[in-house]
């Protein structure tokens, strides 16, 4: 397994910015698709985002289209989640996760492993 350590969560006022970061450990990180999932309070863990091996593929949640983007630097063992133009509705734990699915994209949490520990992020109105 890899360990996943996702920071750069905060404090964010409606329509700003923050970039999520998701170190990895391991030499296989640039083998792996990998995603991002949310979990607001009272609320199921959801898809955000996915992103190929390579970074030549992305797959985006409809509620995150436009607004969320997924990226990855295999030298650095990181994927990256920029977010703009938040609302109070992307108020949520924000999550890493591999994919151990061969195909592309998968979005159902149970073909992801190696969750890490989260990172909150709160969107004020």
């Known amino acids: 397994q890899v360990q996943l350590v996702e920071s750069g969560g905060g404090l964010v006022q409606a329509g700003g910015s923050l970039r999520l970061s998701c170190a990895a450990s391991?030499?296989?990180?640039?083998?792996?698709?990998m995603g991002w999932f949310r979990q607001a309070p009272g609320k199921e863990r959801e898809f955000v985002a996915a992103?190929?091996?390579?970074?030549?593929?992305?797959y985006y949640a409809d509620s995150v289209k436009g607004r969320l983007t997924i990226s990855r630097d295999n030298a650095k063992n990181t994927v990256y989640l920029q977010m703009s133009s938040l609302t109070p509705e992307d108020t949520a734990v924000y999550y890493c996760?591999?994919?151990?699915?061969?195909?592309?994209?998968?979005?159902?949490?149970?073909?992801?492993?190696?969750w890490g520990q989260g990172t909150q992020v709160t969107v004020s109105s």
């Open positions: 996760a591999r994919s151990i699915r061969y195909s592309f994209p998968t979005t159902s949490s149970t073909y992801f492993d190696s």
């Open positions: 391991g030499r296989t990180f640039s083998t792996y698709a």
């Open positions: 992103v190929g091996w390579s970074g030549g593929s992305t």
